[in-house]
């Protein structure tokens, strides 16, 4: 980001204020370090709202402005800065990405009716958001059961071109139609599956064009496995759809790191209409997670309701 807003302010960089939410970097990566560029324009002050957790950085950035004799200043908006930058924290300190749920509800907590019709919960402006969700992320992850019962594209489709994230698909049995949407060239699609999947069907699959990992899994797909494979492919942000089988797995193993829950106000009913999370649950009241720094958000008649897990 510093390169491009150097090469856009060219002259007038020179005894100029820049801010920046993240330490300027010291290293050699897709770019020259932004710390040498900053001094080189001859920048007159630096203002940083965070450190950069990367070992490789960590306070050199500053250090290197700091000993050319720029004034910089630290810690301004700190906390808005790390939620901007909670993606790139997580991965670089972990390499695992950052997993955020998105759900959508009735008012009393239903995601489809005891007939399995689920379109549509929100309106058009939830949607809406839902798909720049999709563009901020490098992967959109959904089970099974979603892929048969919806049969998404799981594209990004809004106003102005949005970049397609990568198709996450956690198939334990193989079960997934070799007509489905996600079966096409629009976006790349990687199913993770077991043992269990008929070799048939994977040879299939794979002959689509889809990329088949295989994982250790016997009876179910290790979620910690695939995010440890998927952090290893450099995939920084998950956005994770669907269902509530997966969700709910995800829940057990307290491996969502942000939850989005848009509420719609209408009513469904029925004691065998589905619910967001499933999975084992928790058995006392005392238990329940709480979610830090919350946010409560309008799109027309809709709320989302924006959280962070904290996990005892």
């Excluded at 932004?34 to 203002?47: G, L, P, S, T, Y």
């Excluded at 991965?91 to 009393?108: E, G, Q, S």
């Excluded at 399995?116 to 402006?125: A, F, L, P, V």
């Amino acid at each position: 980001a510093e390169v491009q807003t150097l090469n856009m302010a060219r002259a007038n960089a020179e005894d100029a204020t820049i801010y920046v939410t993240l330490e300027p970097c010291s290293h050699h990566g897709k770019t020259p370090p932004c710390a040498n560029r900053i001094v080189a324009e001859k920048i007159k002050r630096v203002v940083v709202a965070t450190l950069d957790p990367n070992p490789l950085v960590s306070g050199n950035g500053i250090t290197i402005i700091d000993n050319a004799g720029i004034e910089v200043t630290v810690g301004i908006l700190e906390k808005e800065a790390r939620l901007l930058n909670e993606s790139f924290n997580k991965y670089i300190t972990t390499h695992i990405p950052f997993v955020t749920v998105k759900t959508a509800m009735t008012l009393d907590g239903k995601i489809a009716t005891h007939t399995g019709s689920s379109k549509w919960i929100t309106g058009e402006k939830a949607r809406a958001y839902v798909q720049q969700l999709r563009h901020e992320h490098d992967a959109i992850m959904v089970g099974i059961g979603t892929i048969l019962r919806d049969n998404p594209s799981l594209t990004t489709r809004t106003k102005q071109k949005g970049l397609n994230p990568i198709r996450i698909i956690i198939d334990t049995h193989g079960k997934t139609p070799l007509e489905s949407n996600t079966v096409d060239q629009q976006a790349p699609t990687w199913l993770f599956t077991t043992k269990q999947a008929p070799r048939e069907k994977v040879e299939a699959l794979k002959q689509l064009g889809i990329v088949v990992i295989m994982t250790s899994g016997d009876t179910y797909v290790p979620l910690t496995e695939v995010l440890h494979y998927l952090g290893e492919k450099q995939i920084t942000s998950i956005l994770v759809e669907g269902g509530s089988t997966l969700i709910g797995s995800l829940f057990d193993q307290q491996l969502i790191d942000k939850y989005i829950g848009f509420i719609a106000p209408k009513l469904i009913g029925g004691k065998s209409s589905p619910t967001s999370i499933s999975g084992q649950g928790l058995a006392q009241m005392t238990e329940a997670i709480t979610l830090s720094n919350v946010s409560i958000n309008s799109y027309g008649d809709d709320l989302s309701i924006t959280g962070y897990p904290v996990y005892k």
